[in-house]
C-alpha cells in the first residue's frame, strides 16, 4: 500500500469508508504533542520527526520578537531556527538573516555571528513530550465533503467530521497550500465556496480574454455575494500576477492590456483629451491612468506629450494641427504665445514648427522679432506696402517686416512672377517699384450698396505722441475715423524741425474703415540737444473722392546731451545699478570690419566725453571667435544722475553694441545719439585705413587705450595685478612696434617688477598709484612722438 498524496509506504492511516491510505505527514488528526516546560504544541508528524522531544534552543533568542527559537529541519535534511511564537512567524530559511545549514554545529556558528544564541553550541530542551489525544480524519473523505458542491456550511463539515471551527480552517487553508481544492473560506456568512478548476480557467480565460469582467456577473456565475467574488478575484490576481486595475467602486476589474489598448484608441481619436476624462471612462485613480499614459509614451504606443501642465494628453498630429490652423488665424506670432494657446511647452512648439517647416506642411520663416511669419502672411504684407508706397528700398521694407533682405527679395520675385504685383526690382539701388497691385478675391471684400454721405471733418481725429528708443526719437501718429464712412489715400506729412534728420516725411495709409484706426511710426535721429516742437499734416479724401486736411498738433519735444564728468566706480557698482536704471541700445553689423579694428574706434568714440574706465576684456568666445567687451561709467554734470556704458563687440555674430543706462529718457536718447554720430566717424576713418597697415593701427589704439585705463584704474587704487596685466600687454605691442632700444620700455618692466611684489587680490599703494599716473602721462608724449601720432 502507498499514500494516496505520496509514493510512500509506511502507512500511518487507512480510513474504513473509502480505504484510502495515508503517510504520517499526510493524515489528518487533531492529534497534537506538547512541552510541559514551554508550554509549546508540535503537529503529530512533526512531533514523530523530532523523537517526541522538544527542539527549543534555551540560550536563543528571536530577532524580531525576542521569543525562544526551536530547530526545525528541511525535507532536503538542511537545519534551520523557527521562532516558537506562531504570531510573528520569523524562521532562518525565509527572512532575514537567512541562515541554514546540513549540520548543528555549523548552524550553531552562524546563529552565533547574528547575536541569535549564546555561545557556540545549540542548547536544546530535550524534554519528552506529552500527547494530547486527538481525532483521526480521512483527507480523501474530507476533501470529497468539500468538492461536493459549490457552497458548502460550516456547521455540515462539523457534523460530519466533529472537529471545531479553528481545527477546520485550519485543514482548508493547508489543503489550498498544498493546491488539493480552490475556494473562498467565508468566515462571516459560516460558508466554504469552492471553486473547480474548469471554472477558475474559465473566468482567467474572460478575464485574458475580454479584458474586462463585471464583478456582479462573476458572483452570478459562482453562485455567491459580490463581496465574496471580489474576495476571489483578489486570489486569482495575486497567484496568477494579472496585471489591471479595479474601478474604484470595485464593480468592474480590467486588465492592464484593455486598459491601455482603449487609452490608445481614445487618446488618437481625440487628439486632446484630460487625464481625468480618460480616467473616468473606466473609473481608476487619475495618478494610475497619468502613469498608464506615461507608459504608453515611453514604449512608443502613442506618439504623444503632456499638456496644461500634466492634466492633459495631446497626440503629435493634434500639435501639427493646432499650430497650423493657429498659423492660419494669425499668420505672426511669437513662440511663446503660440505654447500657450496650444498649452504645451516652448521647447516642444519649437520643435513642433521646426518640423512642419521641414516637410512642407507650413511655408514661412522666422523674423529678426523672433516671430514666425507664414508665407501667404508676408506675401500680403509686402502688398500691403507695395499699394501704400509704391517704391521703396529693400532694406527699409526689411527693416518694417523684421526680415532678411534676401527673403524679401526672393517673396518680392515671386509675386511679380504670378502677376501679383505689377513692378520690378533694382539690384544696383537695391529697392523695388511696383506700378499697380491687383487685389485677389480673397482680399476683396464683397461689395456693400451704401448710401454716400459727406464726411464730418470732426469726426476724425488725429492724436500723437513720443518715446525715445536706440537713441532715436519714435514719433506715433494715429488717425481715428468715429465717422461711417470709410476714408481712403491718407497721407501722413510729418514737418520736423531742422535740428532732427528723418529719412521718409510722408507715410500712406491705403485705407481706415469706418469705427478704425490706424497708427503709423516715424523713426527721427537728434542733431542737436534742445528743445523742439514737431507737428504736421494729415491729408485723406472721403468716399466721394473729396480732398480733406487735418493738423497734426505741435508736440513738445525735448532732447538733453548731458555734459558728462568722470564717475570712478566700480563694475560691482554698475552692476547693481543697472538693474534699476531705464536703457536703450543700438547695434550694428560689422561683417566688413576687424572686430578688434571696431571694438578700439567705439574705445575711441568713448574717450570723447569724460567718462572713466570701469573694466575691459578682450577674448575668444567658445567657438574661438573674437569677443570684447567695455564698460564706463559718468555722471551728468547739471542734473546729476549716474551715466553708464557698454560696449560689446562679437566676432561671432558680427556685431557691436552699444548700450547706455541713465535715469533720464531724454538724455538717454541725446547720449546714445551722439555715441552714434561720433561712432560713425570713427568707423568711416578705419575703413580708409590700408590693409598692411591695421594691425599697427590695432596696436597703437589698443596702447593708448591701455595706458588711459591704467590711469583709470590707479584712481580707483584698483587690484594691482589688473594694472600690471594692462601694463604687459602695453609692453608687448611696444616692443613690437618701437623695438627694444626705447628707454620707455626699460621704465615700464620697472613698474611690472614692481607690481608683481603684491599679492593676488592686493590693492596698488596710494604712493605707487600716483607715480605711476605721473609716469604714464610721461608715457603717452614719448609715445606720441615716437610713433608719430
Not at 480552517?169 to 471553486?195: A, C, P, S, T, V
Not at 456577473?217 to 486569482?236: F, P, R
Not at 497691385?437 to 470732426?458: D, F, G, L, M, Y
Not at 590707479?714 to 604687459?728: P, S, T, V
Request: charge should be positive; proline fraction near 2%.
Amino acid at each position: 500500500m502507498e499514500c494516496k498524496f505520496c509514493e510512500n509506504q509506511k502507512i500511518a492511516f487507512t480510513c474504513e469508508k473509502c480505504k484510502s491510505s495515508f503517510c504520517i505527514h499526510h493524515m489528518a488528526t487533531t492529534e497534537q504533542w506538547m512541552c510541559r516546560k514551554h508550554d509549546i504544541l508540535y503537529e503529530k508528524a512533526s512531533a514523530a520527526e523530532k523523537s517526541y522531544r522538544c527542539t527549543v534552543i534555551e540560550n536563543s533568542k528571536c530577532p524580531e520578537c525576542n521569543a525562544l527559537l526551536r530547530l526545525e529541519r528541511l525535507s532536503s535534511g538542511q537545519y534551520y531556527l523557527e521562532c516558537t511564537d506562531l504570531t510573528c512567524g520569523w524562521n532562518s530559511y525565509l527572512k532575514t538573516p537567512g541562515i541554514f545549514s546540513p549540520t548543528k554545529e555549523q548552524l550553531a556558528r552562524e546563529a552565533t555571528k547574528y547575536d541569535l544564541i549564546k555561545g557556540y553550541r545549540l542548547n536544546l530542551c530535550r524534554r519528552t513530550l506529552k500527547r494530547i489525544t486527538g481525532k483521526e480524519i480521512c483527507p480523501n473523505c474530507f476533501l470529497e465533503l468539500l468538492k461536493r458542491g459549490s457552497v458548502t456550511n460550516f456547521s455540515t463539515i462539523l457534523g460530519t467530521f466533529n472537529i471545531s471551527a479553528q481545527q477546520m480552517i485550519k485543514l482548508i487553508n493547508q489543503y489550498i497550500e498544498e493546491e488539493r481544492i480552490y475556494g473562498i473560506i467565508d468566515q462571516k456568512n459560516q460558508m466554504f465556496y469552492y471553486i473547480s478548476y474548469e471554472i477558475r480557467e474559465k473566468i482567467l480565460a474572460k478575464v485574458q480574454e475580454d479584458g474586462i469582467l463585471k464583478i456582479e456577473d462573476l458572483a452570478t456565475m459562482l453562485d455567491m455575494s459580490s463581496e465574496v467574488a471580489l474576495q476571489v478575484m483578489y486570489k486569482l490576481i495575486s497567484q496568477f500576477q494579472i496585471k489591471g486595475s479595479f474601478s474604484q467602486n470595485k464593480k468592474f476589474y480590467y486588465t492592464q492590456k484593455y486598459i491601455m489598448d482603449n487609452l490608445v484608441k481614445e487618446i488618437n481619436k481625440k487628439g486632446r483629451i484630460t487625464v481625468d476624462k480618460l480616467a473616468s471612462i473606466f473609473e481608476i485613480d487619475r495618478e494610475l491612468t497619468k502613469s498608464f499614459c506615461v507608459n504608453l509614451m515611453r514604449i512608443n504606443a502613442i506618439n504623444g506629450f503632456f499638456a496644461d501642465r500634466g492634466n492633459e494628453i495631446i497626440t503629435l498630429d493634434k500639435i501639427y494641427q493646432e499650430i497650423k490652423d493657429y498659423a492660419k488665424d494669425t499668420g505672426l506670432f511669437e513662440l511663446t504665445k503660440l505654447a500657450k494657446k496650444l498649452q504645451i511647452a516652448v521647447e516642444l512648439a519649437r520643435k513642433s514648427l521646426h518640423d512642419l517647416i521641414k516637410t512642407g506642411a507650413i511655408r514661412g520663416l522666422f523674423t529678426q522679432r523672433r516671430e514666425f511669419m507664414t508665407s501667404k502672411h508676408l506675401e500680403l504684407k509686402i502688398k500691403e506696402i507695395a499699394r501704400a508706397y509704391r517704391t521703396m528700398p529693400l532694406r527699409e521694407l526689411s527693416n518694417r517686416l523684421g526680415v532678411t533682405e534676401s527673403s524679401i527679395e526672393e517673396n518680392l520675385a515671386q509675386l511679380i512672377g504670378r502677376g501679383d504685383i505689377d513692378g520690378f526690382i533694382d539690384m544696383q539701388k537695391r529697392s523695388f517699384t511696383a506700378y499697380s497691385v491687383p487685389r485677389t478675391q480673397s482680399e476683396t471684400p464683397p461689395a456693400k450698396e451704401t448710401k454716400v454721405e459727406p464726411i464730418n471733418e470732426q469726426e476724425i481725429e488725429v492724436v500723437r505722441d513720443y518715446d525715445f528708443e536706440g537713441g532715436q526719437l519714435h514719433y506715433k501718429v494715429a488717425v481715428r475715423n468715429k465717422s461711417k464712412m470709410a476714408i481712403n489715400n491718407v497721407k501722413v506729412l510729418l514737418d520736423p524741425p531742422s535740428s532732427f534728420k528723418l529719412k521718409q516725411p510722408l507715410i500712406n495709409i491705403p485705407v481706415i474703415e469706418a469705427n478704425n484706426s490706424r497708427g503709423v511710426d516715424f523713426y527721427l535721429e537728434p542733431k542737436q540737444c534742445g528743445l523742439s516742437e514737431i507737428g504736421g499734416t494729415v491729408i485723406y479724401k472721403d468716399a466721394t473722392g473729396d480732398k480733406h486736411t487735418a493738423n497734426i498738433q505741435k508736440k513738445e519735444v525735448q532732447i538733453k546731451c548731458p555734459l558728462v564728468c568722470t564717475s570712478l566706480t566700480t563694475i560691482e557698482d554698475c552692476t547693481m545699478a543697472i538693474q534699476t536704471l531705464p536703457n536703450d541700445a543700438r547695434a550694428f553689423l560689422i561683417a566688413d570690419l576687424d572686430p578688434r579694428l571696431a571694438y578700439r574706434a567705439a574705445i575711441r568714440t568713448l574717450k570723447n566725453f569724460e567718462v572713466s574706465t570701469v573694466t575691459s576684456h578682450e577674448g575668444t568666445d567658445t567657438q574661438g571667435k573674437y569677443e570684447a567687451e567695455a564698460w564706463f561709467c559718468g555722471e551728468a554734470k547739471v542734473t546729476g544722475g549716474r551715466i553708464i556704458t557698454r560696449v560689446y563687440v562679437s566676432e561671432g555674430s558680427q556685431s557691436l553694441e552699444v548700450r547706455v543706462w541713465t535715469a533720464n529718457p531724454g538724455q538717454l536718447t541725446g547720449f546714445l545719439a551722439r555715441i552714434i554720430e561720433l561712432l560713425f566717424e570713427e568707423i568711416n576713418i578705419i575703413r580708409k585705413i590700408k590693409s598692411e597697415e591695421r594691425e599697427k593701427t590695432i596696436d597703437v589704439m589698443a596702447i593708448t587705450q591701455n595706458l588711459a585705463e591704467v590711469s583709470d584704474y590707479c584712481m580707483l587704487r584698483w587690484k594691482a595685478q589688473n594694472i600690471r596685466n594692462k601694463l604687459h600687454d602695453t609692453f608687448i605691442r611696444l616692443r613690437k612696434l618701437l623695438g627694444d632700444s626705447e628707454a620707455i620700455l626699460g621704465r615700464i618692466e620697472f613698474w611690472l617688477t614692481q607690481l608683481n611684489k603684491y599679492g593676488k587680490d592686493d590693492k596698488i599703494s596710494d604712493e605707487d598709484a600716483d607715480k605711476l599716473v605721473e609716469d604714464v602721462e610721461k608715457f603717452k608724449n614719448v609715445i606720441a612722438r615716437a610713433i608719430k601720432l
